[in-house]
Each structure stands twice: as structure tokens, then as C-alpha cells.
């Protein structure tokens, strides 16, 4: 089997993730995956479980909101993960990820993570 390329889809169609805390999961979360259904066949919504970050609600809290939230949307997939992104896109054979900007401050911060997970994984948009 070849290496695919960018923007192919995988088994599952065109697969986008879109990584965070979602503690807890918001209306602008929720419309972000909205707006991504109209341009991807699957959405992973992955929560990330980080033990060193002191949390509102617990995992299987957020997660279980999520699957509620979701539960009539079957291209919504709800995951979580731990350790490195990347790691966890690698799994997923996904080539985009889906980033909320809340102001114009969180750009530069974006576009630093967008260029290291490049580096680490450069099939990865």
C-alpha cells in the first residue's frame, strides 16, 4: 500500500480532528464541528487527558458530555488521548486537524504548534 498523500481520504472518508480540553465542551466547540461536518465525512472530536492540568470535570465527564451532546451526529466520533498529539493523529490516519481561534492573540500560538506537528508529521495539515 502506498503512502497517502494530503487531502485523500482514508477508510473512513475525509477525516479531520479536532484536539482539546473541551473542559467543559462550549457553543463555539459545538459550532466548530458543525461547520466541519460540511466539509468533512468524520470529525474525531479527541479530549485530551493531561494529569498536570488541574480540571473542571474528569475525563469520563467530559467525554460522556460529548457522546450526549453528539448523540444524533453518527460522523461525530468522540475519542480521547493522552501524551503527544501527533501520536494520537498517527493512529487515526486523519490529515487535517481543526483549531478554534479565540482572538487574535491565540494566531501566533496556533501557527507554532501548526509548524511543530508539521515537523513531527509532515503528511499532517
Known sequence: MGKKMKGETNEMGKVAIY????????YGHIDIVERALEIFDKVILAIAQNGDKKSLFTIEERMEMAKLIFKDS???IV?????LLVSYV???NAKVLLRGLRATSDFEYEFHMASM????????D
Open 19 to 26: 484536539p482539546g480540553s473541551f473542559d467543559p465542551l462550549t
Open 74 to 76: 453518527p460522523h461525530v
Open 79 to 83: 475519542d480521547c488521548f493522552k501524551g
Open 90 to 92: 498517527e493512529k487515526t
Open 117 to 124: 506537528n508539521r515537523s513531527l508529521s509532515p503528511h499532517l
